[in-house]
T-cell receptor
Framework: QKEVEQDPGPLSVPEGAIVSLNCTYSNSAFQYFMWYRQYSRKGPELLMY????GNKEDGRFTAQVDKSSKYISLFIRDSQPSDSATYLC?????????????FGKGTLLTVNP | ETGVTQTPRHLVMGMTNKKSLKCEQH?????MYWYKQSAKKPLELMFVYNFKEQTENNSVPSRFSPECPNSSHLFLHLHTLQPEDSALYLC???????????????FGDGTRLSIL
């Protein structure tokens, strides 16, 4: 079983839709959960992060972590064409090698005007 | 210039060639990273440098040789590569090697490498 599973999509939605992106993981030591956005021909940029379980909201974006189910989600409300990108989940434990991020494969999202 | 800059953006080379990828960061960070991004695979950490010292080599083949002359510059020297090494190579930096989320890794836009 891979450490982090993420459906690569592609996911295509109309403008204004609510988007749900998800990852599952197997390593119970993961404590930090991050979402990166990567536009075409660009490097990833950190979008949001959450420590342990719970929700975090930033504008149209909400990150959720359910450690009991080993499941994380990113919700995008009122999606815009500018949200079209690949979304990568990443996780990190709080152990000694705490700079090591474990990434999912990424989900390609297209928001159609 | 700000951020993390990688050159060249694209590189095509034969298996017997020797080339180098360059990364420069203008963020005052002390940790730098090389990642490999292949199609349909997760980002793979290759090397980590913290205050110019290599702190991580993620079982990378010796045909990839990193160099970090100072905290602002990172190189990846390539020789005798294989077709499966074709990928996007991303450089990142962070304030230090702790890598906590409040000291996130900032990525460059990568070098797209194609091996003939």
């Amino acid at each position: 079983q891979k450490e982090v599973e993420q459906d690569p999509g592609p996911l295509s939605v109309p403008e204004g839709a609510i988007v749900s992106l998800n990852c599952t993981y197997s390593n119970s030591a993961f404590q930090y959960f991050m979402w990166y956005r990567q536009y075409s021909r660009k490097g990833p940029e950190l979008l949001m992060y959450t420590y342990s379980s719970g929700n975090k909201e930033d504008g149209r974006f909400t990150a959720q972590v359910d450690k009991s189910s080993k499941y994380i989600s990113l919700f995008i409300r009122d999606s815009q064409p500018s949200d079209s990108a690949t979304y990568l989940c990443a996780m990190m434990d709080s152990g000694g090698s705490n700079y090591k991020l474990t990434f999912g494969k990424g989900t390609l999202l297209t928001v159609n005007p | 210039e700000t951020g993390v800059t990688q050159t060249p953006r694209h590189l095509v080379m034969g298996m017997t060639n020797k080339k180098s990828l360059k990364c420069e960061q203008h963020l005052g960070h002390n940790a730098m990273y090389w990642y490999k991004q292949s199609a349909k695979k997760p980002l793979e950490l290759m090397f980590v440098y913290n205050f110019k010292e290599q702190t991580e080599n993620n079982s990378v083949p010796s045909r990839f040789s990193p160099e970090c002359p100072n905290s602002s510059h990172l190189f990846l020297h390539l020789h005798t590569l294989q077709p499966e090494d074709s990928a996007l190579y991303l450089c990142a930096s962070s304030l230090n090697g702790a890598g906590f989320p409040n000291q996130p890794q900032h990525f460059g836009d990568g070098t797209r490498l194609s091996i003939l």
